[in-house]
Each structure stands twice: as structure tokens, then as C-alpha cells.
């Protein structure tokens, strides 16, 4: 039998506890994911895997990289996401002359006031649309690395605090490489997923042909969801119970990437913490109160590939870190019994 995660005895005192916490219940939790899911399809058409995994990654407290070839749809995903949120997004389209000042804010001195005063750059926002990532300088990069890790900023060695609830959606193309800075491992690590869009289907695409013939679909998306729902959404997520012997096969599966010959770097303690809260949201988006081992392996592809650096034979050959994946999932037993 494979493991529930929860003990018989311990299911009902799960679900009790889940109940109380706030006005959210896990039935809610699942619907009001249906709802965004829903929302967006309006935009993006024949694309419910993607945009769930969006709408997961935003629950999850994390950052999403989305990258696929252009006019797929990306900037269209981040931003009918974006305004299904009743708080606040900007966009920020990376050029090669963006400074970090335009991101994170600059001081300047008032002449009203005759002081220095703090004016927000596009991070401030609940939803930030980062928009060809990859085309600003390594300079400006790092100016993301604080706010999407510690949700602050400091300018002048002064700290400023991010809203809540806080999401960075960026983009890149991978085809186009003139003009573009890879980024680096660090920033790579902070994001919780990495999606393509893909093509769609034959029938998706009759579809989105029909819906974008007359005005744009972006015009009709209203916000689903109140910055109050989803963080008490949030605060559910983290109350999702994971067992014991689901958190060893996490901390297994690191192990195995981090001693695998083919891989020079293999998952961090952070990628083991964004495991888990991908989890825990993809179990409540489910109505479960409890994660499952399908959940860590269904996620551990989005989580975990852009995270892992092949060691130049292993690139040379012909391996990719999807195959090097699921040779280390492979390996590692799967808990089948019960905590």
C-alpha cells in the first residue's frame, strides 16, 4: 500500500486542525484554485497544466521561471495571473541599460521637503512580471536576489519591507542568445519552478484562433481572488501534513543528486524546503490535508531540473538534467508504509 502520509488514527485530528485555520477550508482552498486555473484559461487556452502550476507556485511562497520559445503565450500567463490577483503587479521589461536603481528604488532629495526620500522601483508589487529576464546585465540580476529570498530590499543601507503576498513570474527565450546573460546558479536556486508552455494542441489552438479574432481576451479577466484569500491560502498551505518518511525521501533524493558523477551540482537545502511547500500546495489544491508521494515525484521535474549543473562530459554526452533526474528518483525506494 502506499503511504497516505497520515495514520489512520491521526486523519480526522488533520483535518481538524486544518479546519480551524481561519475562514479557509480545504475544500475552499481547491476551489478557489479552480477558480484561478478558470480565470486564466480565458487568456491561454488548451494550457491547464501550466497555469496550475503557476497558481501552485504562488501558493508555495515561490518564484516562477517560465521559459519556452516566443509567442507561446508566457508573458500572456504572467500577466492574466497577475490580474486575477486583487493586489497589486507591474511589469518590468530587462534591457541591457536597465540599472538595479529601476528595480529595486532609488533615494533622492525633495526639494518640498528638504530631505531624502525612498521612491519604489517595480519590485514593489504583489506580482512582478519580469519580462526577458535574461537580457539584463548580471548587475541588475542581483538585484532581484534579495527580494525574491528575504521579501525586502535595501537601498542605502536601509531595509524596505515587500507586500505580501509577494511572486516574481519571469521570462526567457532559449533560442535567442545574442544580446543575453545566463543566470547564474544563485538565482536559478530561487526559483521554486521552471515551466515551458509548449505548443497547443490542434484543438487549443481552433480555440485561441476564435477567442483572439475579436477583442483581447485580457480586457475580461476580473481578479478571482483578494492579497486576503491568498494569504490565508498561504498560511494553509503550510499547515499540510508531510510524514516523516516523506521527508527522508526528500532529503535521500538530495543526496543522491549531490554524489551522482554526472552532476557537478546537485540540490540544495533550499531546493528540499521548495520541494516540500510545492507539495503541501499541489496536496491542498487536490483536498488533501496530507501530501502523497505522487505529489513530490509529480513535482520534482518543475522543482529540481533547472536547479542541477551537469559536469561538461555529462553535457558533452548528450545527458540532460531530466535524464540525471530520474536516474537519482530511480534509485531511491519510494516509503511504502506507514509513519
Not at 532581484?144 to 525586502?152: D, K, N, S, Y
Not at 530590499?153 to 535567442?176: C, H, R, W
Not at 558523477?261 to 516540500?276: D, K
Amino acid at each position: 500500500m502506499v503511504e497516505t502520509g497520515v495514520a489512520p488514527g491521526n486523519l480526522e485530528s488533520v483535518a481538524s486542525r486544518m479546519r480551524g485555520r481561519g475562514s479557509m477550508t480545504i475544500d475552499a482552498f481547491a476551489a478557489n484554485v479552480q477558480a484561478i486555473v478558470g480565470n486564466v484559461e480565458q487568456v491561454i487556452q488548451g494550457k491547464s497544466d501550466a497555469i496550475l502550476m503557476a497558481a501552485l507556485c504562488l501558493l508555495a511562497e515561490g518564484h516562477l521561471l517560465i521559459e519556452d520559445v516566443p509567442g507561446t503565450g508566457k508573458t500572456s500567463l504572467a500577466k492574466a495571473l497577475a490580474a486575477s490577483l486583487g493586489g497589486k503587479w507591474n511589469r518590468i521589461q530587462f534591457t541591457p541599460d536597465l540599472l538595479p536603481s529601476d528595480v529595486t528604488g532609488v533615494t533622492v532629495f525633495s526639494r518640498v521637503t528638504s530631505s531624502f526620500e525612498f521612491r519604489p522601483g517595480g519590485i514593489f508589487a504583489n506580482v512582478v512580471l519580469g519580462d526577458e529576464i535574461n537580457r539584463a546585465s548580471p548587475k541588475t540580476q542581483s538585484a532581484l536576489l534579495e527580494a525574491m529570498e528575504e521579501r525586502t530590499v535595501t537601498v542605502d543601507a536601509t531595509s524596505y519591507v515587500l507586500p505580501s503576498p509577494f511572486m516574481v513570474i519571469a521570462t526567457q527565450n532559449p533560442v535567442e542568445h545574442e544580446g543575453t546573460y545566463p543566470l547564474p546558479e544563485a538565482q536559478l536556486d530561487r526559483f521554486l519552478l521552471k515551466i515551458a508552455m509548449g505548443y497547443p494542441s490542434r484543438t487549443a489552438e481552433i480555440e485561441m484562433l476564435d477567442t483572439h479574432a475579436g477583442a483581447n481576451p485580457m480586457a475580461n479577466v476580473e481578479p478571482v481572488m483578494a492579497t486576503d484569500d491568498i494569504e490565508a491560502m498561504i498560511d494553509l498551505c503550510r499547515g499540510v501534513h508531510m510524514a516523516p518518511s516523506l521527508k527522508g525521501y526528500v532529503v535521500d533524493l538530495a543526496a543522491a543528486t549531490r554524489r551522482h558523477p554526472a552532476l557537478a551540482l546537485g540540490m540544495s537545502p533550499r531546493a528540499c524546503l521548495s520541494l516540500q511547500r510545492a507539495a503541501r500546495a499541489r496536496a491542498a489544491s487536490l483536498g488533501r490535508e496530507y501530501v502523497v508521494p505522487d505529489d513530490l515525484k509529480a513535482l520534482a521535474g518543475p522543482v529540481l531540473e533547472h536547479r542541477l549543473v551537469l559536469t561538461p562530459e555529462a553535457s558533452l554526452g548528450g545527458q540532460t538534467s531530466s535524464d540525471l533526474l530520474g536516474q537519482c528518483l530511480a534509485g531511491i525506494p519510494v516509503p511504502t508504509t506507514r509513519a
